[in-house]
């Protein structure tokens, strides 16, 4: 079991940045995959951002050059999304994620509760 609980969301302004805190304890195998995914209202959950063992990364088009997934690599405790430049189009509810190596390209098994973030002037 992985436990997650993410923090630092909330209203900033376009262009402006934030950074959101994903804390994770539990089964350190299943903390080797971790990730951010966002869920916009009316539309699908998707992915913004991996980091798997061996600090290997991923972003989707939409965020790449803006956004930056980061951990503490020696015990995986925490993982961070630095957003910047921010638009409108980035609100959404944002989950971290983790799991396994094995599962990616795919989500990993546990998700943390989400934290909100809105971008509007």
């Known amino acids: 079991q992985v436990q997650l609980v993410e923090s630092g969301g909330g209203l900033v302004q376009p262009g402006g940045s934030l950074t959101l805190s994903c804390a994770a304890s539990?089964?350190?195998?299943?903390?080797?995959?971790m990730a951010w995914f966002r869920q916009a209202p009316g539309k699908q959950r998707e992915l913004v951002a991996a980091?798997?063992?061996?600090?290997?990364?991923?972003y989707s088009d939409s965020v790449k050059g803006r956004f930056t997934i980061s951990r503490d690599n020696a015990k995986r405790t925490v993982v961070y999304l630095q957003m910047n430049r921010l638009k409108p189009e980035d609100t959404a509810v944002y989950y971290c994620?983790?799991?396994?190596?094995?599962?990616?390209?795919?989500?990993?098994?546990?998700w943390g509760q989400g934290t909100q973030v809105t971008v509007s002037s």
């Open positions: 994620n983790a799991g396994p190596d094995y599962q990616w390209p795919g989500p990993g098994d546990y």
């Open positions: 539990g089964d350190a195998f299943s903390r080797n995959l």
């Open positions: 980091i798997v063992q061996g600090g290997v990364t991923a």
